[in-house]
């Protein structure tokens, strides 16, 4: 029994850390908006 203890709390620290990281990431890195237009083949476009 406790090596599942041991197991579940890594696995819940490796999660923490993954998604702090993720968290950190978003709130810290905004990317550049750009508009960016690109033609799909084959596609018309009904006005």
């Known amino acids: 029994m406790p090596s599942?203890?041991?197991f579940l709390f890594i696995?819940?620290?490796a999660s923490?850390?993954?998604a702090g990281?993720?968290?950190a990431l978003s709130e810290y890195f905004e990317p550049r908006q750009t508009e960016t237009r690109s033609?799909?083949?084959?596609v018309k476009v009904r006005r």
């Open 4 to 6: 599942l203890v041991r």
């Open 16 to 18: 923490g850390l993954v």
């Open 39 to 42: 033609l799909v083949p084959g």
């Open 11 to 13: 696995i819940a620290v």
């Open 21 to 23: 990281g993720l968290f």
